[in-house]
């Protein structure tokens, strides 16, 4: 049986782990910490825009397994975002993680926690073997790096402002050291207006019971409101910080969403918890994620150079999904996690991996985010199907429309259903 290895259990190793184990692989997944998820435990909005047809290709290819998941934890359906569709919803996200154990069990992945790489054996351009801290090796045939691009308190001093202990829980388990990196991958990463490399996580999480009572009550209740920010408060800088760059509403206003176990401001970018109080309804609050220092957690800072395959440049057997293949948000991590994972287990069977033809929404998202990396203008920014240059581009295109019909049209003259569902011969 063709083995696959998998590193990183966030979203995206999660799907890669279970693609290739539907394909016929013998699966492992290696993930630093004690549980899945990763910096996504606090994120909570998904299918917005150009996701609600991405979610429904995946699907038609027999990947919908996350997305239905996801779908099971609702809390709060047809939610309008400032710069997302009515299609969009919030989950609870303190009951993604145990969701995604239990997805990743039912298809037979053996996952090993706690489980650190730091270094790997390679021969030219084929990775062997992959070193654990404790010692151990793990081998295969094929290999996915989904170990994201934020982490590393080196990073964080060097390019923000120190640790904020977010959720990558560095001080913990120790810095995240990325696969590609340890195996020589050439690598990019996107950079601030300024030059400044990363950007800025935007998300800030803060405990419910510390909002005033009528405003706990209110999300609770709408799911998502939308309060103006007292103008003294306000800073258009941010819009530039944050890559793909939500609206000027989530500068001028706060976004604030009931994401289950806490309330989470949309595109807030980072503030001082002085100022944090001045919002009518914030008087008393404190922070849950991040919770110290005068920043957010740096991202994009370390992103593999690879094809539209998500075989990573240079490398036989290595491949890249989530951020470090250059796609974020929690419905790019599992589309592309589930392309590279199906891909490494083609290629561990002797198969040459799949390009996803460009007339489906992900096959011309996947390439059109390459082409945007490739060029040190394009990489100032993210490319997500919700917003910003690609949602533009998707719906010039004619790729978005919400008539599934037309959708499952689209799948089969691409001779692509089901793809994801079966075993590699």
């Known amino acids: 049986m063709p083995r696959v290895v998998v590193v990183?259990?966030?979203?995206?190793?999660?799907?890669?782990?279970?693609?290739?184990?539907?394909?016929?692989?013998?699966?492992?997944?290696?993930?630093?910490?004690?549980?899945?998820?990763?910096?996504?435990?606090?994120?909570?909005?998904?299918?917005?825009?150009?996701?609600?047809?991405?979610?429904?290709?995946?699907?038609?290819?027999?990947?919908?397994?996350?997305?239905?998941?996801?779908?099971?934890?609702?809390?709060?359906?047809?939610?309008?975002?400032?710069?997302?569709?009515?299609?969009?919803?919030?989950?609870?996200?303190?009951?993604?993680?145990?969701?995604?154990?239990?997805?990743?069990?039912?298809?037979?992945?053996?996952?090993?926690?706690?489980?650190?790489?730091?270094?790997?054996?390679?021969?030219?351009?084929?990775?062997?073997?992959?070193?654990?801290?404790?010692?151990?090796?793990?081998?295969?045939?094929?290999?996915?790096?989904?170990?994201g691009?934020?982490?590393?308190?080196?990073?964080?001093?060097?390019?923000?402002?120190?640790?904020?202990?977010?959720?990558?829980?560095?001080?913990?388990?120790?810095?995240?050291?990325?696969?590609?990196?340890?195996?020589?991958?050439?690598?990019?990463?996107?950079?601030r207006p300024d030059g400044t490399i990363g950007q800025l996580g935007a998300g800030i999480c803060m405990f419910k019971d510390t909002l005033a009572p009528w405003l706990k009550q209110r999300i609770e209740k709408e799911g998502l409101v939308k309060l103006p920010m007292p103008p003294h408060l306000i800073d258009r800088t941010k819009l530039k910080?944050?890559?793909?760059g939500r609206s000027r509403d989530f500068i001028e206003n706060v976004i604030l969403g009931d994401i289950g176990p806490v309330a989470k401001g949309f595109g807030m970018v980072y503030m001082h918890l002085e100022k944090l109080r001045q919002i009518p309804g914030f008087e008393n609050v404190e922070m849950e994620n991040p919770m110290y220092s005068r920043f957010n957690h740096v991202g994009f800072v370390t992103m593999a150079v690879r094809d539209n395959s998500l075989r990573m440049e240079g490398f036989e057997n290595l491949l890249a999904g989530g951020e470090k293949a250059g796609n974020g948000s929690v419905d790019g991590a599992i589309v592309s996690g589930y392309v590279a994972g199906h891909n490494a287990a083609r290629i561990a069977s002797g198969h040459e991996p799949v390009v996803l033809p460009r007339q489906v929404a992900i096959g011309d998202w996947i390439a059109f985010v390459k082409e945007k990396h490739s060029s040190e203008d394009g990489l100032v920014k993210t490319y997500p199907m919700s917003r910003g240059d690609y949602w533009e581009r998707m719906q010039k295109a004619g790729l978005y429309t919400e008539n599934v019909p037309e959708i499952e049209q689209r799948m089969k003259t691409a001779g692509i259903e089901g793809l994801f569902s079966r075993a590699v011969s």
């Not at 934020?150 to 202990?165: E, H």
């Open 149 to 191: 691009t934020r982490g590393g308190l080196s990073f964080c001093i060097k390019y923000g402002q120190g640790c904020v202990l977010c959720l990558v829980k560095c001080v913990a388990f120790g810095d995240r050291l990325g696969l590609a990196e340890r195996a020589g991958a050439r690598m990019v990463n996107l950079h």
């Open 241 to 244: 910080l944050m890559g793909a």
């Open 8 to 147: 990183g259990g966030g979203f995206s190793g999660c799907g890669a782990a279970i693609a290739a184990a539907k394909a016929g692989a013998e699966v492992t997944l290696l993930e630093r910490t004690d549980m899945l998820l990763g910096v996504a435990s606090r994120a909570g909005e998904t299918n917005g825009n150009g996701w609600f047809v991405a979610r429904h290709e995946l699907r038609l290819m027999g990947g919908g397994d996350l997305f239905q998941m996801l779908d099971s934890i609702k809390l709060h359906e047809n939610v309008h975002f400032p710069d997302g569709g009515g299609q969009s919803y919030i989950y609870h996200a303190g009951l993604a993680e145990p969701g995604l154990r239990k997805v990743v069990e039912k298809v037979g992945v053996k996952v090993r926690y706690e489980s650190r790489v730091i270094d790997v054996e390679k021969k030219g351009g084929r990775v062997l073997s992959i070193k654990i801290e404790d010692g151990s090796r793990v081998a295969g045939d094929s290999f996915v790096d989904c170990t």
